[in-house]
């Protein structure tokens, strides 16, 4: 602005003059001094008001620069203080749970390094069963969220929700107020445990349901204050600050978390919103200084009265003028350094971004961004999202627009929720690698609104799960190899029957209980599962024991730690007991206890193996008292034994012989019953006979014999030779039959035969007894060659077969009884040679047996009618004679109320029976 001139004075004029030569009153000369002012004092104007606007303005940047700050730590150190919840939560999908141990070794260390942290609680099922640091909080422990309606309505929305759901402020139960991260947790399913889980995160469900896998909700409680002094609120002496929950769709602020409430209602406050994990938190700034108009007045009042001086008195104009330049370069200066700021800040922002960048680029996940279109604005690492042969490719293009992703994912759904501007968690998919293998990724975002909550797009984190996924294959497998060992070492381990084999758990109950035990002890598993070894112990033995156990510890030990003491300090330990059996008789085993321990060493359980050691124990007992007697009674006392031997064996011998002459005692009653009919028919026939034949004797000596009565007596002589030859012929069979099986069954002698003929004999005894039970025959027992075997011994089996099936199989439900006998020939040799055996199949369609029925069907007095006709030996017999003088197998086939079938392989020519001799007596 320059200066300007006065007109030049052409002829002096009187100093006093009132009038100028135009007549106008003398201050009108003075116009130019008035412009002056006038323009003067509406420049002062002007610049007052730009300084006024320019201040405003950099106080409104500074304060956004001041509140992005503080929401960048505030979303910091929410991250950091709630991170504990993407472990536990990351444990508890992997293990299916959670055990005591780990929840308190990670919440330990979490509370430790964050103290803003004041417990972290764990509520399978909603109710609080891990609570750490369990000081102070003991009110919390197995707290029933569903009894707490404020609490219980918070885990239902993150459980409808799906994700974690932040709360806050919230009156703690243990005293003080916090702020309060809950996440539910969803246990993986089993169909997306390979090949990748393609399906979108569940929808939200109404309140009354809950996901499928749900586990139950995490908790991390942290304190409000020690978390506001964490982030450091309080430090900012020229703010206001103040941070209020957001509600709704547009977002709009909720409760006061904390800060000064009336600093809604400044004009001058500023709002950013804060994305905590789980929530959206508005925070609110403004200066602590007053503005407005009267503050601004107040401000420049010196500039005012500069204005106005300089309006009235031109001589301070050029003064104004040199100290409105001088306040104009100040404001250069301040300006000047102000972009300078504005530029450092620029570079530390830059440097911070990169950061980030190199960050994101070595860890494990990576990080991506979509704008408002939800095309690709930036991804950290190309490669991994995708998979692209050409990473650059996929920045402004849709996620879902890959050639190379897998074509099972429903990109609708996920499509619908994005629509939605709804965040998400552990999205899956899977893609196409360089090398032709799928990789699996997981990825979470949640949607960026800007300060006017206008949706601006989708920030989130990727991760690579392919290791994971292969993993869990890895998994499943070993589990299944897990199943096969355990299903082996059951089988093994109900093979050992000549052992007791139990196990228990630390407390004593049992949990194993083998087909060894059960015939050692007479108890089936069933009965001992979930018992103690106490049942099958001495009383007196145990007390005993523990008294032993409690001198030498200098303790009281008792009960079932009398058992297991020795085996948990040293790991096994081998003792003679006494057990009980059901029906209370003892037997002495040696019980050998070991201690079972998983894979980190920790006690499982214990494991009794017992071996029957009676005989064992009382041949040593007796070994005792015959070396302390004389040689005599040793030799006295060994003669006595091998008597007991020799009748224990003769006893065993004359009981099988009783039981085959008890067969051959049925058959002679049967034969018995169908000699009668024969015999009584002959008896009845020759009475007759005789009585005619007196009367024609009569009618001849006194000589009134006529030829008619002669001819009916010789008619009625044939009529009754026909009888008896039928009848007699008919008895003649049956003791052929009869003799030739009692011969071949008492003596056992080696011959060639026909096997249809020992079937004959055998059927033509047992036919009439079949018939009274109304049991159908079908036999088909025809051979290609003889047999050179035993006759006697096959027809024994035969006859017990068929007895067998008589007392057992039919027990008059059947609707048709019947029993069928056939012969299959085996092929021969691949060179064309005859076959050296053939089966003999006898089956009904009785009741069948059971499986345990089935088992110890040949076992020697095994029976299931005792007291009804059954004495347990006639299959043990058939048995025997199959596999021992036959030298052949027999199998047993049978199912309840499908009757049973025994398949008996023999050979044409029977092996040779010991010493030589072919005779069984």
Not at 627 to 634: C, I, P, Q, Y
Not at 865 to 875: A, R
Not at 886 to 907: M, V, W
Request: overall charge negative.
């Amino acid at each position: 602005m320059g200066l300007m001139s006065e007109p030049p004075v052409s002829n002096a004029e009187p100093l006093l003059s009132k009038t100028t030569d135009a007549g106008l009153p003398a201050w009108m000369a003075y116009w130019p001094a008035l412009v002056v002012g006038l323009a003067a004092l509406a420049l002062s104007s002007i610049l007052l008001l730009a300084r006024q606007a320019q201040d405003a303005a950099h106080a409104q940047n500074q304060l956004h620069q001041d509140l992005s700050a503080i929401r960048t730590r505030l979303e910091a150190v929410a991250q950091a203080t709630f991170s504990p919840t993407l472990g536990l939560e990351a444990m508890i999908q992997l293990d299916g749970g959670i055990s005591s141990a780990r929840f308190e070794a990670l919440a330990g260390r979490v509370v430790k390094l964050l103290p803003q942290v004041r417990s972290i609680v764990a509520a399978p099922d909603d109710i609080a069963r891990y609570v750490y640091p369990l000081a102070g909080n003991q009110a919390v422990l197995n707290l029933d969220y569903r009894k707490i309606p404020v609490q219980y309505q918070q885990v239902q929305q993150a459980k409808r929700l799906g994700r974690p759901l932040l709360v806050g402020p919230v009156q703690l139960v243990q005293g003080g107020q916090g702020i309060i991260q809950r996440t539910p947790v969803f246990l993986p399913e089993t169909q997306h445990l390979l090949a990748g889980a393609n399906a979108s995160p569940a929808p939200t469900l109404p309140a009354n349901e809950a996901k499928p896998g749900y586990w139950g909700v995490i908790s991390v409680v942290a304190d409000l204050a020690r978390f506001i002094e964490t982030v450091g609120l309080a430090e900012h002496k020229g703010l206001r600050l103040a941070l209020h929950q957001v509600q709704g769709e547009p977002q709009g602020r909720g409760e006061l978390i904390w800060g000064d409430a009336d600093l809604i209602q400044d004009a001058a406050s500023v709002t950013q919103y804060v994305q905590m994990p789980g929530a959206v938190w508005a925070l609110t700034a403004a200066p602590s200084l007053p503005t407005g108009p009267a503050a601004s007045a107040h401000r420049y009042t010196a500039e005012i009265a500069a204005s106005l001086l300089s309006s009235t008195a031109l001589a301070l104009l050029a003064a104004l003028l040199v100290y409105r330049r001088r306040l104009l370069q100040a404001q250069n200066l301040a300006l000047s350094k102000e972009v300078q700021q504005r530029a450092q800040s620029q570079n530390e922002l830059q440097a911070a971004q990169t950061r980030f960048r190199s960050l994101a680029e070595i860890s494990a996940d990576w990080v991506w961004e979509q704008d408002e279109h939800l095309r690709f604005s930036f991804i950290s690492r190309l490669a991994d999202e995708h998979g692209e042969h050409d990473p650059q490719r996929l920045l402004g293009r849709y996620r879902w627009d890959s050639p190379n992703l897998s074509p099972d994912i429903d990109w609708d759904s996920h499509r619908a929720l994005l629509a939605r501007h709804e965040a998400f968690r552990d999205f899956e998919y899977s893609h196409l690698d360089d090398a032709g293998q799928f990789r699996f990724v997981s990825i979470s975002g949640t949607p960026v609104f800007d300060a006017q909550g206008v949706f601006k797009g989708y920030r989130g984190t990727g991760r690579d799960i392919s290791a994971a996924r292969r993993a869990e294959a890895a998994l499943r497998k070993s589990e299944q190899d897990l199943t096969l060992a355990r299903d082996h070492l059951q089988a093994v381990l109900d093979a050992a029957l000549e052992f007791s084999i139990i196990a228990t758990d630390l407390q004593g109950r049992i949990g194993l209980f083998n087909r060894g035990a059960e015939q050692m002890l007479g108890y089936a598993e069933a009965e001992m599962l979930g018992h103690t070894p106490a049942l099958i112990h001495l009383q007196s033995e145990v007390e005993a024991r523990a008294a032993e156990l409690s001198l030498s510890l200098g303790r009281t030990v008792e009960g079932f730690e009398a058992f297991v003491l020795q085996a948990r300090e040293c790991g096994i330990e081998t003792r003679v007991w006494t057990y009980v059996r059901k029906d209370g008789s003892h037997l002495e085993v040696s019980l050998t206890v070991s201690c079972m321990q998983d894979s980190a060493g920790q006690a499982i359980g214990f494991l009794g193996i017992a071996r029957d050691i009676s005989a064992q124990r009382r041949a040593e007992r007796d070994l005792v008292n015959l070396n302390a007697s004389l040689e005599t009674r040793v030799e006295q006392r060994t003669a006595e034994l091998s008597r007991t031997l020799d009748t224990l064996k003769q006893a065993q011998m004359e009981l099988l012989r009783a039981e085959k002459m008890a067969a051959l005692g049925s058959l002679v009653a049967g034969i018995a019953h169908e000699l009668n009919t024969p015999l009584g028919n002959c008896l009845t026939t020759a009475s007759t006979l005789h009585d005619l034949t007196q009367q024609t004797r009569r009618n001849f000596e006194g000589g009134q014999m006529r030829r008619s009565v002669l001819d009916a007596y010789l008619n009625d002589a044939d009529t009754a030779c026909s009888i008896l030859l039928r009848s007699m012929s008919t008895a003649n069979e049956l003791v052929s039959h009869f003799k030739q099986v009692s011969v071949d069954q008492t003596t056992a002698q080696r011959r060639l035969f026909s096997l249809v003929s020992v079937v004959d004999d055998v059927l033509s005894l047992l036919r009439p007894r079949l018939r009274k039970a109304g049991i159908a025959l079908e036999v088909n027992a025809a051979l290609s060659r003889e047999l050179d075997s035993f006759p006697g011994p096959l027809g024994q089996v035969l006859t017990n077969l068929i007895m067998n099936a008589m007392l057992h199989a039919f027990d008059g439900e059947s609707v048709e009884p019947l029993l069928t006998i056939r012969v299959e020939d085996l092929a021969g040799s691949p060179d064309g040679g005859e076959s050296s055996e053939f089966l003999l199949i006898v089956e009904d369609n009785g009741a069948g047996m059971s499986s345990e029925v089935k088992r110890r069907a040949f076992d020697p007095f095994f029976t299931t009618k005792m007291g009804q006709g059954g004495t347990g030996l006639g299959l043990n017999i058939v048995y025997n004679i199959v596999t021992g003088i036959l030298g052949g197998q027999i199998a047993l086939n049978s199912e309840a109320q499908k009757g049973s079938r025994f398949t008996i392989r023999l050979p044409f020519v029977a092996p040779q029976l010991g010493g030589g001799a072919d005779k069984l007596s």
